[in-house]
């Protein structure tokens, strides 16, 4: 079962500046033309098993795409690899742009 967090749960942890890890698992070229925050850690996610260990599997992590599909997968993995607080965003980057920064352009 995937855990997920909403875009409202996520603006809240980002403006109470919160310690997690924001995990973008989009292409280099989609994360040139937008991110959530300055503060996400970016690892395509076909890069995911081989930079595992970059991450603290001890932190809340929240892992986001565009929709929600790829981040999904991603978090079946993670959890498979004893992350245990991992989160998918609900919705991707579609959903944050569509209700925080509909300027945001996402290719």
């Known amino acids: 079962m995937i855990k997920e967090k909403s875009i409202q749960e996520l603006k809240s942890m980002l403006d109470n500046n919160q310690d997690f890890i924001l995990l973008d698992v989009r292409t280099e070229n989609e994360v040139l ?15 995911i098993p081989s930079k595992i260990d970059s991450l603290n599997n001890k932190k ?14 991603v978090c079946e993995y993670l959890n498979q690899n004893n992350f245990i607080e991992t989160y998918n965003l609900k919705g991707g980057i579609l959903a944050w742009a569509k209700e925080f920064d509909p300027s945001m352009f996402i290719m």
């Not at 033309?33 to 890069?47: A, D, L, R």
């Not at 929709?67 to 997968?73: I, M, V, Y």
């Open 33 to 47: 033309v937008s991110s959530i925050s300055n503060k996400s850690i970016h690892i395509p996610m076909n890069e």
């Open 60 to 73: 809340q992590i929240i892992v986001y795409c565009k929709s929600g599909q790829r981040s999904a997968k």
